[in-house]
Structure formats: structure tokens, C-alpha cells
């Protein structure tokens, strides 16, 4: 995952125990687009591939991501799609075309990693969106919105009418 977001424009640097992760250069701008194949160990991992997708919804060109583990994995796309992504699916293939900025919407989460693409899309997202079903993240992010609070990021946990909170 670390050389993929360094080949789309994301600086990712080891400070200790830590990573740090800034934009290339600080300077603000689209993302360059890639193609990933994800694989068993040590290839790209399946269970990145739905925020990957989020990520290269923004990249400048087209982007290819091939799940070669699970085919089926990309419930995820007509939701980022809802928010203004530009994605379609080929066979065991998404074809991402970067758009200049994605838009809030209410979004359902089908899975643990749709969910995880869907927040981090959403707090991209000009507006406000809404991801139901969340319960799916909570199996693998514990306290995710908290977290990421207390990164920046604006974001809150309400009740919600399609599933628990």
C-alpha cells in the first residue's frame, strides 16, 4: 500500500514508530492515477482495495483496480458512484475515472471495508454525508470516528433509522 500512495502523489515517511502522510510536497492538486492487481501476500492486499478505489476517485486519468481474491468485492462502487465518483465495472475490474472533487450523500455501507472507502470518501466530499449500516466498520475499526476526530477530521456518530448505530 505504501509504494501505491507514493506512486499517486502521497509522501509517506517513517518517524520512529509512526508513518507520517502528507501530500507530495505539501502542495495541494489531483492525485496521478495508477493500476493495481490485488494478490496474496506480498501483493496488493484485497482488503485495501475499497479505499484505494476512494482514493483514485480523485486522481487525474484513469485508474484499473483487478480483484483477483475476492471478484465480487466492489459493492462499495455504486455508493462512491452516488457521491459523484465516475466508476464502472468490468468483470473482476473497476475502471476509475478521477473526478475533480466528490459530494456528500447518504450512502449505505455493505461491508467492513466499503464502509472504512465510504467514510474516508466522505470526509474528502464537498457537504455532508451520511454512511447507514456503519455497524459493518465497528468489526474491524474500533472507535474509528474518534480517531479520526482527533485527526480533524469533522465527524460524528448519530442513530440511525437503517440499522444499529
Given at each position: 500500500?505504501?509504494?501505491r ?11 520512529g ?10 502542495v ?17 492486499p484485497?482488503d ?48 476509475i ?21 465510504l467514510?474516508l470518501a466522505?470526509?474528502v466530499?464537498r ?16 472507535r ?7 485527526l ?14
Open positions: 500500500m505504501i509504494d500512495l507514493r506512486e499517486v502523489g502521497v509522501a509517506v515517511e517513517r518517524s514508530d509512526e508513518l507520517v502522510v502528507a501530500r507530495e510536497g505539501g495541494p492538486g489531483r492525485f496521478r492515477p495508477t493500476d493495481v492487481v490485488t494478490l496474496p501476500y506480498p501483493g496488493f484485497t485495501l482495495q475499497a479505499q484505494l478505489i476512494a482514493l483514485l476517485a480523485l486522481a487525474d486519468g484513469i485508474s484499473v483496480v483487478t480483484e483477483k481474491i475476492y471478484p465480487d468485492r466492489f459493492m462499495h462502487l455504486a455508493e462512491l458512484n452516488r457521491m459523484g465518483a465516475d466508476i464502472r465495472k468490468e468483470g473482476p475490474s473497476a475502471i475515472t478521477g473526478v475533480a472533487e466528490l459530494t456528500g450523500a447518504d450512502v449505505m455501507a455493505s461491508d467492513l471495508r466499503a464502509s472504512a472507502a467514510v466522505g470526509l466530499a457537504g455532508t454525508t451520511h454512511v447507514h449500516r456503519v455497524y459493518h466498520i465497528d468489526r474491524g475499526y474500533e474509528i470516528e474518534e480517531k479520526l476526530a482527533a480533524g477530521a469533522r465527524i460524528s456518530r448519530v442513530p440511525d433509522e437503517l440499522g444499529p448505530a
